[in-house]
């Protein structure tokens, strides 16, 4: 199965010229009937109508009839790139995954990011979270780190997802605004989900504006498991850093760029690898045993937490490079399908539970937007290395699959080539033990909203910090309900006093009352992760 470093793209890439139409001068029909003409109907007459019997006509338009497909519910308009991923240090002591075992060695990589919140035609530079999906095209099959520009979320439990994307996208009954956030539905929800805390001083910082993709980090956000070739388990978050490092847009340059040119970051993608300038991130690693994974002050399972740097460095283990633009939007940036359950041998998932919900939720909308359930068969979905099993038929079915044996196990069929295998290749699940009883209530060790939020504000310049402020009351002059403002600037309060006032007394919103903050349930004075990293050493 082993092929040198490098031949892995090369056959990539011809797999998906194979799929591709070559030039032709001649037109055809799509059953190959060679065209007469394709300006003119078939028509009684010169000037008469137009007739039923012209097959030509009704199969170009039936087909122009049918090109659209439903955009993406979330990360709708994105931008992608074609290139591969290369180790830099060899993690045979924390996984088996093939990709991540030689020194030197490239996968092919898709990577994909995104808008989250407007439409396929919405602007690029926006206020928001920007998504950072990569498909590893592996030798033991498709891995895909569907991540984001922000490491951690807004919500802590996917049952409150849909609640979270309807209120951050256009409201329903205008469909309007396009960009995140700067409405009272967004700012209604999350403020009156303090779990939102944390991630909304990221959003409101200089990284929900990025200058480009190319100057933007992404993060797995969730905590997921390395596990090796001996069954040993160690935590992990994933970092993509980039190498021209990050840079923003100052807020006045984003929104004039939003009207000047919306294709801003899709563009500065294409043309950076058009010129040869190829982007380039590096892949660090946060690695946390279990015991250690116990004693970090907050719960890894909580996506609205991040691991300080200065608690768990981050090891850097290889490098990704974009090198090539698609050749086709739709077949390839369109029709993608990114999913946080498509994992290898070696990489698994905690009971995190927004990963949880993420698990069931791709597979689920990709097969209305790609229409059934044979997406898998798509070239750009197409795995490298071979794939059997007894799935069959379904809409939009690609392979030919012969004989007549399509179950098991069988005696009819060649039972030897169609084997599962329960040692070192197939995908074992870590063994984790589980709790009971069954419970629908989140962990008390998820309850603290604020440290992370506190400790991101004070690692801020006094420059962001600026920016964070002008973020607040651009997006609370937007918002008319007042108890919506108020309660926007009450949260804060729990942040940072000085912020919350700063944000406050522009606007002619009340201050919060610093001894008032403090008696609400979950005000903490000692953000305990801000003890943490000063204790580290
Ligand atoms: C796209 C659901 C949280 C990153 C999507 C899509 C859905 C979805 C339905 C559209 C997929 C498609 O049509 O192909 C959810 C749910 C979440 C959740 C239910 C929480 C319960 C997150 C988080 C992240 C994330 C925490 C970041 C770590 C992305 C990205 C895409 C995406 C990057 C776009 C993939 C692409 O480029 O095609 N999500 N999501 N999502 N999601 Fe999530």
């Known amino acids: 199965r082993k092929t040198k470093a490098g031949d892995a793209v090369a056959s990539r890439q011809k797999q998906l010229e194979a799929s591709s139409q070559g030039p032709e001068n001649l037109l055809t029909t799509n059953q190959g009937v060679v065209l007469p003409d394709n300006h003119n109907s078939l028509k009684a007459g010169l000037r008469g109508p137009s007739l039923l019997e012209d097959f030509i006509l009704r199969e170009k338009i039936t ?17 992608a790139a074609h290139g591969y991923f290369e180790l830099t240090r060899p993690l045979v002591e924390y996984t088996k995954a093939d990709f991540l075992q030689e020194v030197g060695s490239r996968t092919p990589v898709f990577v994909r990011f995104s808008t989250v919140v407007g439409s396929r035609g919405s602007a690029d530079t926006v206020r928001d979270v920007r998504g950072f999906a990569v498909k590893f095209y592996t030798r033991e099959g498709n891995y895909d780190l569907v991540g984001n520009n922000i490491p951690v979320f807004f919500i802590q439990d996917a049952m409150k997802f849909p609640d979270l994307v309807h209120a951050i996208k256009a409201e329903p009954h205008n469909e309007m605004p396009q960009a995140a956030s700067a409405h009272d539905t967004f700012w209604d929800f999350v403020s009156l989900m303090p779990e939102s805390a944390h991630m909304l001083m990221w959003v409101m910082s200089d990284r929900a504006l990025p200058r480009s993709y190319r100057m933007m980090e992404g993060f797995g956000v969730h905590t997921f498991r390395l596990v090796n070739a001996r069954g040993v388990s160690h935590f992990v978050k994933f970092h993509w850093r980039p190498k021209l490092g990050k840079h923003g847009l100052a807020w006045d340059e984003a929104q004039k760029i939003a009207g000047k040119d919306p294709d801003f970051h899709r563009r500065d993608l294409w043309d950076a690898i058009e010129r040869g300038d190829f982007p380039e991130w590096e892949l660090g690693l946060q ?13 890894l399972l909580d996506p609205t937490k991040l691991v300080p740097e200065e608690v768990v460095p981050i090891t850097t283990v290889g490098r990704l490079v974009l090198n090539r633009n698609p050749d086709n939007f739709f077949a390839e940036t369109e029709q993608v399908a990114f999913h946080p359950g498509h994992v290898v041998p070696g990489i698994d998932f905690t009971a995190d539970p927004l990963l949880q919900g993420r698990l069931f939720s ?14 898998h068969e798509l070239p750009i979905n197409r795995g490298v290395c071979p794939f059997h099993n007894f799935q069959r038929d379904g809409m939009h079915r690609m392979l030919i699959n012969k004989g007549r044996v ?49 400790l991101f504000w004070n690692s801020q310049s006094a420059a962001e910090k600026e920016h964070i402020i002008a973020g607040y009351q651009f997006e609370l002059s937007k918002v008319e309900t007042p108890a919506i403002r108020q309660r926007v600037v009450d949260n804060l309060a729990h942040v940072d006093m000085r912020l919350a006032r700063k944000v406050a007394e522009p606007l002619g919103i009340a201050v919060p009352d610093p001894k008032a903050a403090a008696g609400r349930s979950g005000f903490r004075e000692a953000p305990a992760t801000k003890a943490l990293v000063e204790s580290a050493p």
């Not at 690695?287 to 719960?299: S, T």
């Open 63 to 79: 087909h122009f009839d049918h090109e659209r497909i439903p955009e993406r519910v979330v990360h709708a308009r994105g931008a």
């Open 287 to 299: 690695l946390i045993d279990e015991d250690r994974a116990g004693r970090l002050g907050f719960d």
């Open 362 to 375: 791709y597979t689920d909308t990709q097969l209305s937007r790609l229409g059934g359930a044979n997406f």
């Open 406 to 454: 399509a179950y098991e196990p069988n005696t009819l069929g060649n039972g030897s080539e169609f084997r599962v295998d329960g040692g070192e290749q197939g995908f074992q699940s870590y063994p984790e033990a589980l709790e009971s009883p069954k419970i629908r209530r989140r962990s008390p060790s998820f309850d603290d909203h604020f440290s992370q939020a506190t």
